[in-house]
């Protein structure tokens, strides 16, 4: 056979296309492109800048196994001291020179066995030059003069943008007659001074617990309007010491042992929300029991979920309770009828409404689960992938779909975003890809895409696992589509390192080449 070297594109910068880059690159494939939208990595965590963002997944759990960091300031990181560490390992690797910045992927589209990538560029007076390039990732900020589109051509397709990329907003009547400052998470407005305002916010998910201790700080008055109570997980960040990060500097295997301690912390209570069991009820006391710490007996009635702990995504923070007790802090829980210039109108059982006035607006509300970040993904025969997700959602093993040839998705729907380090997800899902990569070097394969009827037959073995599972307790939660298909993984993580581990060519359709 003879072998071939393969074009393949790679959309998002951010940690999982990050990932795979340098993954491809260990493995001696190098003829990649990144598209990547903004003008530096780190994807969410480039975005997202609001007041108290962090990873709650620990520090020395959330780095690439091959770039570990000795220097992490605590057990759970910063937003900012994570995207230092993403761009300081973008140049490392001299993954500069594979990204193409401002750039946004309008269409992707397979035929004549090949992905056709449409994509328009923001160009630059110096774009194109590495040195301007290492600015940006530096901070600076380089304004956007003119505009090209071009339309290329690439074996293999890897979407790397993430099942939370698509920015979700409230339906709420009103909303843009609002004349205060407003703005969402994700696009926070780092010049505005939150200092001496009426804050308002929408959403108790974990952005909103992140950033509440913050706000309350910072803020006159913190208004959060609830519609759903979460459980909370009490867990101190604590700070590491100096000693601490030296010793783990001149002795790597402690930092390596730390992440093995937390693999399987992941793995032995990531059963916990799967079937009951001692790890199951070990978490029901202990948010029960934290829950317990906010004294104020009506507050406390407020906060309690009406579901239990873990049917929607578990929060870990160890400042919401402290912070939602002060005194600046307001918690509503009136349904919200609609939004005017001066605040927010909620339901107070008057024909009118009560107005709650606010200076600033901030939408919590979160992310479009598995939107990724192209306008239109079209495979064979003209489907979309919104046509064939229109009965719910289907992948193979969570990373490719029938109908959709040498299509990728890392930490796709139906991956264990629930119970597993989304970097660990991305490494198991880059090893995956490179297997299929190597199968088309070595001329074995032109194109392979996942049986309709092993496919099928995935989605309803995760139906029928999804049954016991904590999901289906009695909450409305994004894990579950509405038609029942789950769109998160139902059994242990080890499985899903299990699956693929070994790429099976008897589950795909294959074209050879001729």
């Not at 605590?74 to 995207?83: K, L, Q, T, V």
């Not at 307001?330 to 606010?358: A, H, K, M, W, Y």
Request: hydrophobic share 35%; net charge negative; with cysteine.
């Amino acid at each position: 056979m003879t072998k071939r070297n393969p074009r393949i594109c790679i959309i998002g910068a951010g940690m999982s296309g990050m990932l795979m880059a340098i993954k491809l690159m260990k493995a001696g494939h190098t003829n990649f492109k990144i598209y990547e939208r903004a003008s530096s990595v780190g994807g969410t965590w480039r975005e997202n800048r609001y007041p108290g963002v962090a990873c709650d997944v620990a520090s020395f759990a959330y780095c690439y196994p091959f770039e570990p960091n000795p220097n992490w300031s605590r057990r759970f990181s910063g937003g900012p001291e994570i995207y230092e560490y993403f761009k300081k390992t973008a140049v490392k690797y001299g993954l500069i020179d594979y990204i193409q910045f401002n750039t946004e992927v309008l269409k992707a589209e397979f035929k004549d066995q090949r992905w056709h990538i449409e994509a328009t560029q923001n160009l630059t007076s110096n774009e194109g030059s590495s040195s301007s390039v290492k600015s940006i990732l530096e901070g600076q900020q380089v304004s956007s003069e003119l505009e090209m589109s071009e339309t290329e051509v690439f074996d293999i397709f890897v979407a790397a943008t993430g099942p939370l990329n698509k920015r979700k907003y409230p339906a709420i009547e009103g909303l843009e007659s609002f004349a205060g400052e407003r703005f969402h998470t994700a696009d926070w407005n780092d010049e505005y001074d939150l200092s001496d305002k009426r804050i308002g916010v929408i959403g108790t998910g974990s952005s909103s617990v992140q950033m509440l201790s913050p706000l309350a700080h910072t803020s006159r008055q913190v208004n959060l309007f609830q519609r759903t109570a979460q459980w909370v997980m009490h867990t101190e960040n604590v700070e590491y010491s100096s000693l601490d990060r030296l010793l783990k500097r001149k002795i790597p295997f402690l930092g390596y042992m730390t992440r093995r301690f937390y693999d399987v912390i992941g793995e032995l209570f990531g059963q916990a929300a799967l079937k009951d069991g001692w790890q199951r009820r070990y978490i029901d006391k202990a948010t029960l029991e934290n829950l317990s710490s906010v004294k104020d007996p009506e507050l406390r009635k407020k906060l309690t979920p009406d579901h239990k702990a873990m049917c929607k995504r578990m929060i870990v923070s160890d400042t919401y309770y402290p912070a939602i007790q002060r005194d600046n802090v307001n918690v509503i829980t009136d349904n919200i009828l609609r939004i005017e210039p001066t605040g927010v109108v909620v339901d107070d059982g008057s024909e009118s409404g009560q107005l709650v006035e606010v200076d600033t607006l901030i939408t919590a509300t979160g992310f479009y689960p598995n939107a990724w970040g192209v306008d239109t993904i079209i495979g064979e025969n003209g489907a979309t992938i919104t046509d064939r997700w229109d009965a719910g959602v289907r992948t193979y093993r969570s990373i490719t779909m029938p109908g959709f040839p040498n299509f990728f998705m890392m930490i796709g729907p139906n991956s264990p975003i629930t119970n597993l380090s989304l970097i660990d997800i991305a490494e198991i899902g880059a090893d995956y890809v490179i297997q299929c990569v190597d199968k088309f070097v070595a001329g074995e394969l032109t194109t392979l895409a996942p049986k309709e009827d092993v496919t099928q037959e995935f989605t309803e073995s995760l139906t029928n696992a999804f049954s016991g599972t904590r999901w289906v307790s009695g909450c409305n939660s994004w894990y579950l589509e509405v038609d029942g298909i789950p769109v998160t993984w139902p059994w242990a993580p080890s499985r899903f390192r299990n699956e693929l581990k070994t790429l099976n060519l008897n589950d795909y359709d294959v074209l050879q080449p001729q």
